[in-house]
Protein backbone atom coordinates (compact mmCIF):
# COMPACT_ATOMS: atom_id res chain seq x y z
CA UNK A 1 0.00 0.00 0.00
CA UNK A 2 1.65 3.17 -1.00
CA UNK A 3 1.72 5.66 1.83
CA UNK A 4 -0.43 8.93 1.18
CA UNK A 5 1.64 12.11 0.38
CA UNK A 6 1.53 14.63 3.29
CA UNK A 7 0.64 18.10 2.26
CA UNK A 8 3.69 20.53 1.74
CA UNK A 9 4.49 23.75 3.98
CA UNK A 10 4.75 26.45 1.59
CA UNK A 11 6.65 29.87 2.21
CA UNK A 12 6.77 32.81 0.64
CA UNK A 13 10.21 34.95 -0.53
CA UNK A 14 10.71 39.07 0.32
CA UNK A 15 9.97 41.09 -2.98
CA UNK A 16 12.71 41.26 -4.85
CA UNK A 17 13.07 43.65 -8.64
CA UNK A 18 11.56 42.12 -11.48
CA UNK A 19 14.05 40.19 -14.16
CA UNK A 20 11.43 41.01 -16.95
CA UNK A 21 9.38 43.99 -16.09
CA UNK A 22 11.37 47.06 -15.85
CA UNK A 23 9.72 48.80 -12.32
CA UNK A 24 7.81 45.56 -11.06
CA UNK A 25 8.77 44.00 -7.93
CA UNK A 26 8.38 40.27 -7.81
CA UNK A 27 7.87 37.20 -5.59
CA UNK A 28 7.93 33.47 -5.14
CA UNK A 29 5.71 30.48 -3.26
CA UNK A 30 8.14 27.64 -2.29
CA UNK A 31 8.36 24.16 -0.95
CA UNK A 32 10.40 21.80 -0.42
CA UNK A 33 11.28 18.65 -2.40
CA UNK A 34 12.72 16.65 0.46
CA UNK A 35 10.50 13.70 0.51
CA UNK A 36 10.26 9.99 -0.44
CA UNK A 37 7.21 10.92 -2.66
CA UNK A 38 9.10 13.94 -4.36
CA UNK A 39 8.89 12.91 -7.84
CA UNK A 40 5.20 12.51 -7.22
CA UNK A 41 4.91 15.74 -5.49
CA UNK A 42 7.27 17.95 -8.18
CA UNK A 43 5.19 16.54 -11.11
CA UNK A 44 1.72 17.46 -9.76
CA UNK A 45 3.20 20.82 -8.36
CA UNK A 46 4.53 21.05 -12.20
CA UNK A 47 0.88 21.06 -13.68
CA UNK A 48 -0.24 24.26 -11.97
CA UNK A 49 2.68 25.92 -12.24
CA UNK A 50 5.63 25.06 -10.51
CA UNK A 51 9.02 24.68 -11.50
CA UNK A 52 12.05 22.82 -9.86
CA UNK A 53 15.37 24.71 -8.60
CA UNK A 54 17.40 21.69 -6.73
CA UNK A 55 15.70 20.59 -4.43
CA UNK A 56 12.71 23.30 -4.03
CA UNK A 57 9.69 24.09 -6.29
CA UNK A 58 8.59 27.03 -6.63
CA UNK A 59 6.28 29.80 -8.62
CA UNK A 60 5.53 33.29 -8.86
CA UNK A 61 2.97 35.06 -6.30
CA UNK A 62 3.37 38.62 -7.38
CA UNK A 63 1.32 41.20 -5.30
CA UNK A 64 0.36 42.75 -8.50
CA UNK A 65 1.23 40.96 -11.30
CA UNK A 66 0.33 37.82 -13.01
CA UNK A 67 2.98 38.27 -16.20
CA UNK A 68 4.39 35.14 -15.69
CA UNK A 69 2.47 32.45 -17.26
CA UNK A 70 3.30 28.66 -17.65
CA UNK A 71 3.41 27.39 -20.77
CA UNK A 72 4.11 24.23 -22.51
CA UNK A 73 4.37 22.53 -25.96
CA UNK A 74 2.41 19.59 -26.81
CA UNK A 75 4.83 17.21 -28.17
CA UNK A 76 3.15 14.80 -29.61
CA UNK A 77 1.53 17.44 -32.03
CA UNK A 78 4.09 19.30 -32.62
CA UNK A 79 5.11 19.78 -36.17
CA UNK A 80 8.46 22.18 -37.34
CA UNK A 81 8.34 25.05 -38.94
CA UNK A 82 10.09 25.47 -42.30
CA UNK A 83 13.10 27.17 -40.69
CA UNK A 84 13.21 24.63 -37.62
CA UNK A 85 13.43 21.73 -40.31
CA UNK A 86 16.25 23.65 -41.50
CA UNK A 87 17.84 24.00 -38.40
CA UNK A 88 17.80 20.24 -38.19
CA UNK A 89 18.72 19.56 -40.98
CA UNK A 90 21.88 21.20 -40.69
CA UNK A 91 22.97 19.79 -37.51
CA UNK A 92 21.79 16.84 -37.80
CA UNK A 93 25.27 15.31 -37.22
CA UNK A 94 25.64 17.08 -33.47
CA UNK A 95 26.00 13.76 -31.22
CA UNK A 96 23.29 13.91 -28.24
CA UNK A 97 23.89 12.05 -25.33
CA UNK A 98 21.65 11.32 -21.96
CA UNK A 99 24.10 11.60 -18.62
CA UNK A 100 23.32 11.65 -15.10
CA UNK A 101 23.25 14.84 -13.34
CA UNK A 102 26.56 15.19 -12.63
CA UNK A 103 28.45 18.53 -12.99
CA UNK A 104 31.74 18.47 -15.18
CA UNK A 105 34.61 21.05 -15.33
CA UNK A 106 33.73 21.54 -19.42
CA UNK A 107 30.08 21.92 -18.58
CA UNK A 108 30.94 24.18 -15.75
CA UNK A 109 33.35 26.64 -18.72
CA UNK A 110 30.55 26.20 -21.06
CA UNK A 111 27.79 27.87 -18.93
CA UNK A 112 30.32 31.05 -17.79
CA UNK A 113 30.92 31.54 -21.90
CA UNK A 114 26.98 31.21 -22.21
CA UNK A 115 26.82 33.75 -19.19
CA UNK A 116 29.07 36.14 -20.49
CA UNK A 117 27.54 36.90 -23.80
CA UNK A 118 23.99 36.53 -23.02
CA UNK A 119 23.25 37.42 -19.65
CA UNK A 120 26.71 39.78 -18.92
CA UNK A 121 25.86 41.55 -15.03
CA UNK A 122 22.97 38.54 -14.60
CA UNK A 123 23.00 36.98 -10.98
CA UNK A 124 23.72 33.72 -12.27
CA UNK A 125 27.52 35.23 -13.62
CA UNK A 126 28.80 35.26 -10.06
CA UNK A 127 28.42 31.10 -9.99
CA UNK A 128 30.86 29.26 -9.01
CA UNK A 129 31.49 25.91 -10.25
CA UNK A 130 30.33 24.29 -6.69
CA UNK A 131 27.28 26.56 -7.00
CA UNK A 132 27.16 24.91 -11.09
CA UNK A 133 27.51 21.74 -9.38
CA UNK A 134 24.52 21.94 -6.57
CA UNK A 135 22.41 22.94 -9.27
CA UNK A 136 23.11 19.96 -11.49
CA UNK A 137 23.62 17.76 -9.20
CA UNK A 138 21.01 18.52 -5.67
CA UNK A 139 18.08 16.66 -7.71
CA UNK A 140 15.54 14.65 -5.24
CA UNK A 141 13.44 13.99 -8.81
CA UNK A 142 14.06 11.83 -12.08
CA UNK A 143 16.54 14.52 -13.74
CA UNK A 144 19.60 14.26 -16.28
CA UNK A 145 21.68 16.28 -18.44
CA UNK A 146 21.33 15.95 -22.44
CA UNK A 147 24.79 17.19 -23.98
CA UNK A 148 25.20 18.21 -27.36
CA UNK A 149 28.81 17.50 -28.93
CA UNK A 150 30.10 18.05 -32.53
CA UNK A 151 31.12 14.86 -34.23
CA UNK A 152 34.40 13.12 -32.65
CA UNK A 153 37.87 11.97 -34.24
CA UNK A 154 37.89 8.29 -33.78
CA UNK A 155 37.37 6.99 -29.89
CA UNK A 156 37.73 10.79 -28.64
CA UNK A 157 34.44 12.87 -27.90
CA UNK A 158 33.74 15.88 -29.85
CA UNK A 159 33.37 19.61 -28.32
CA UNK A 160 30.86 20.15 -26.10
CA UNK A 161 28.47 23.25 -27.54
CA UNK A 162 25.47 23.12 -25.33
CA UNK A 163 23.90 20.85 -22.47
CA UNK A 164 20.41 20.86 -20.58
CA UNK A 165 19.89 19.90 -17.31
CA UNK A 166 15.87 18.23 -17.31
CA UNK A 167 13.58 16.30 -15.08
CA UNK A 168 11.10 13.79 -16.61
CA UNK A 169 7.80 13.66 -15.42
CA UNK A 170 5.11 10.95 -16.19
CA UNK A 171 2.82 13.76 -18.75
CA UNK A 172 6.68 15.36 -20.06
CA UNK A 173 9.99 16.61 -19.97
CA UNK A 174 10.33 19.94 -18.41
CA UNK A 175 13.62 22.04 -19.16
CA UNK A 176 15.05 22.92 -16.43
CA UNK A 177 17.75 24.83 -17.47
CA UNK A 178 19.89 25.14 -20.98
CA UNK A 179 23.08 26.89 -21.94
CA UNK A 180 25.45 26.22 -25.63
CA UNK A 181 27.93 28.14 -27.30
CA UNK A 182 26.45 31.74 -28.24
CA UNK A 183 29.48 32.56 -30.75
CA UNK A 184 29.75 29.54 -32.33
CA UNK A 185 30.28 30.55 -36.07
CA UNK A 186 28.62 27.66 -38.05
CA UNK A 187 25.77 26.55 -35.72
CA UNK A 188 23.27 29.98 -34.63
CA UNK A 189 19.91 28.39 -33.44
CA UNK A 190 21.69 26.11 -30.71
CA UNK A 191 19.24 27.48 -28.11
CA UNK A 192 15.96 26.59 -30.69
CA UNK A 193 17.76 22.89 -31.46
CA UNK A 194 17.66 22.40 -28.31
CA UNK A 195 14.35 22.58 -27.65
CA UNK A 196 13.66 21.09 -31.03
CA UNK A 197 15.35 17.80 -29.48
CA UNK A 198 13.32 17.34 -26.50
CA UNK A 199 10.51 17.70 -28.67
CA UNK A 200 11.78 14.63 -30.35
CA UNK A 201 12.66 12.72 -27.27
CA UNK A 202 9.47 13.47 -25.24
CA UNK A 203 7.48 11.92 -28.75
CA UNK A 204 9.79 8.82 -28.97
CA UNK A 205 8.59 8.34 -25.55
CA UNK A 206 4.91 8.96 -25.74
CA UNK A 207 5.35 11.96 -23.64
CA UNK A 208 2.37 14.18 -24.13
CA UNK A 209 4.31 17.78 -23.32
CA UNK A 210 8.00 19.66 -23.06
CA UNK A 211 7.06 22.15 -20.23
CA UNK A 212 9.33 25.50 -21.35
CA UNK A 213 8.81 27.09 -17.79
CA UNK A 214 7.14 30.92 -17.97
CA UNK A 215 6.40 33.31 -20.55
CA UNK A 216 5.90 37.33 -20.03
CA UNK A 217 4.28 38.83 -23.45
CA UNK A 218 6.14 41.81 -23.66
CA UNK A 219 9.70 40.50 -21.97
CA UNK A 220 11.44 40.35 -25.27
CA UNK A 221 14.01 37.54 -24.30
CA UNK A 222 11.00 35.18 -23.22
CA UNK A 223 9.39 35.01 -26.81
CA UNK A 224 11.63 32.71 -28.43
CA UNK A 225 9.30 30.33 -26.75
CA UNK A 226 6.12 31.30 -29.01
CA UNK A 227 7.85 29.89 -31.66
CA UNK A 228 6.88 25.97 -30.45
CA UNK A 229 3.52 24.93 -31.30
CA UNK A 230 0.69 23.94 -30.37
CA UNK A 231 1.61 25.80 -26.94
CA UNK A 232 -0.62 25.62 -24.11
CA UNK A 233 -0.86 28.44 -21.20
CA UNK A 234 -2.00 28.01 -17.66
CA UNK A 235 -4.94 29.96 -16.65
CA UNK A 236 -6.89 30.01 -13.39
CA UNK A 237 -9.22 27.78 -15.41
CA UNK A 238 -6.62 25.49 -16.02
CA UNK A 239 -4.42 24.24 -19.02
CA UNK A 240 -5.47 26.02 -22.32
CA UNK A 241 -4.45 25.91 -26.27
CA UNK A 242 -3.76 29.53 -27.71
CA UNK A 243 -6.02 29.39 -30.44
CA UNK A 244 -4.01 29.44 -34.01
CA UNK A 245 -4.89 33.41 -34.51
CA UNK A 246 -3.59 34.54 -31.27
CA UNK A 247 0.00 32.22 -31.93
CA UNK A 248 0.22 33.73 -35.33
CA UNK A 249 0.01 37.75 -33.71
CA UNK A 250 2.60 36.42 -31.18
CA UNK A 251 4.71 34.82 -33.71
CA UNK A 252 4.73 38.32 -35.92
CA UNK A 253 5.73 40.30 -32.96
CA UNK A 254 8.41 38.03 -31.73
CA UNK A 255 10.03 38.16 -35.03
CA UNK A 256 9.48 41.60 -35.61
CA UNK A 257 12.58 43.65 -36.62
CA UNK A 258 13.64 45.75 -32.89
CA UNK A 259 16.20 47.98 -31.89
CA UNK A 260 19.25 46.79 -29.94
CA UNK A 261 20.64 43.32 -29.50
CA UNK A 262 18.45 40.38 -30.50
CA UNK A 263 17.38 37.84 -27.96
CA UNK A 264 16.39 35.09 -30.67
CA UNK A 265 17.07 31.39 -29.70
CA UNK A 266 18.15 32.00 -25.86
CA UNK A 267 16.96 29.87 -23.17
CA UNK A 268 17.47 31.98 -20.27
CA UNK A 269 16.62 31.22 -16.87
CA UNK A 270 13.20 31.72 -15.76
CA UNK A 271 13.92 33.89 -12.62
CA UNK A 272 16.22 33.11 -10.25
CA UNK A 273 15.07 33.41 -6.34
CA UNK A 274 16.81 35.50 -4.23
CA UNK A 275 19.68 33.66 -2.49
CA UNK A 276 18.59 33.94 1.29
CA UNK A 277 15.26 32.39 0.51
CA UNK A 278 16.01 29.39 -1.83
CA UNK A 279 19.08 27.58 -3.48
CA UNK A 280 21.61 29.57 -5.06
CA UNK A 281 21.68 28.33 -8.33
CA UNK A 282 18.55 27.91 -10.59
CA UNK A 283 16.22 26.99 -13.86
CA UNK A 284 15.40 28.72 -14.89
CA UNK A 285 13.93 28.45 -18.35
CA UNK A 286 12.80 25.89 -17.50
Known amino acids: MTAPIRFPRFFVTSPA ?104 GGGMTQMEESDFADMVEHTPVSSYVIEYREPGVGSQPGRLIGACLTDEQGDGLSMIYSFYDPEHEDRSGLGTFIILDHMRRAAARGLPYVYLGYWVEGAERMQYKVRFRPLERLTRAGWERISDEEHGRLIAAATAPRSGKADAGRKPADGRPQKDALPAAFDLVG
Request: proline letters at 8%; a positive charge.
Open 17 to 120: PCPYLPGRSERKVFTELRTENADELNEALGRIGFRRSQTVAYRPSCLDCQACVSVRVAAQEFAPSTSQKRLMKRNADIVTTECRPWATPEQYELLQKYLAVRHP
